[in-house]
């Protein structure tokens, strides 16, 4: 479908995608590219990025790769100029690499861990955010989405550096939107439960108790699907959602509602 009925469409629109190569980031840039949007992978893993791209262009889409920490700021500037030199703009950006350092409550957490797990979550969405927003603003606006959790919404036992990161998370996103709402650029957040990638299904291989305890506490009764998640991404990148910014939406299969 085309024309004024299909706003979800992305056709003209560039699109960054920070975490490319997992499991929520490649279906996303997958979906985005059917959608007519040409992507920009940012990913540590340069290997699985340039996988990635030629997947895409073999099924007819636009994409190009960049290597990405994002938690150094001349990363995620060189990111955003990349996005632009390659492609001739930047439209839109989803926020989504993240990390997950082990699972220990306050006093247990070495500093070290803590400042790992905000520098990539937090200080990485921030430090994107912030380039990109700066080239958004000087073009006509844009839209932004992060990648948060349910962990920003109520805690995750025995996480307290990845709770604290997510709940920030949210917080950014809700600043930004109430910052640059009237200049073009709406921000929103998007808050997985459990779904089955790399970094979840990782810590559950071998431990089908806790797989089966995991989904049993979604109470759509299951673990939800990469795509699922990269279907709302693309949605709040679109302009179908041209009226929502600083939502902060649960794609967590009731997760949060019990
Ligand atoms: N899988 C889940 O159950 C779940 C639930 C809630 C939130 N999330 C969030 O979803 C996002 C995507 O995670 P996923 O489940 O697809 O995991 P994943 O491990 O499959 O993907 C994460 C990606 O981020 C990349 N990455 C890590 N550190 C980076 C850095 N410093 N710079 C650039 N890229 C970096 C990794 O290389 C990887 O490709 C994360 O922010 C995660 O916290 C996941």
């Known amino acids: 479908m085309s024309g004024p009925f299909d706003r979800l469409s992305l056709a003209g629109r560039v699109v960054l995608i920070t975490g490319a190569t997992g499991g929520i980031g490649s279906e996303t840039a997958r979906l985005c590219a059917a959608r007519g949007a040409a992507v920009v992978l940012a990913d540590l893993n340069a290997e699985a990025g340039e996988a990635l ?128 709402s009237a200049r073009g650029i709406r921000v929103n957040a998007v808050l997985p439960g459990g779904i089955a990638t790399p970094m979840l299904m990782g810590a559950l291989v071998g431990n089908d108790p806790l797989r089966r305890v995991i989904e049993a506490s979604h109470p759509i009764g299951r673990i939800g699907e990469p795509h699922e998640v990269a279907e709302t991404a693309a949605f709040l990148l679109s302009d179908a959602a041209s009226f929502i910014t600083g939502a902060c939406i649960m794609v967590d299969g009731g997760f949060t509602t019990q």
């Open 53 to 180: 791209v030629g997947a895409i262009r073999v099924a007819g889409g636009q994409a190009a790769f960049v290597r990405t920490d994002v938690g150094a700021e001349a990363d995620a500037a060189a990111m955003v100029r990349f996005a632009v030199e390659t492609f001739g703009g930047l439209h839109a950006a989803f926020n989504n690499a993240g990390i997950d350092t082990g699972h220990l409550p306050v006093a247990d957490t070495p500093l070290e861990q803590w400042q790992r797990n905000l520098g990539t979550n937090l200080t990485g969405t921030f430090l994107c955010m912030k380039h990109e927003i700066a080239h958004m603003l000087a073009h006509g606006g844009g839209a932004i989405v992060n990648t948060a959790s349910t962990s920003g919404a109520i805690a995750t036992v025995t996480s307290a550096d990845y709770t604290a990161a997510k709940h920030g998370v949210v917080g950014v996103t809700r600043s930004a939107a109430v910052d640059y």
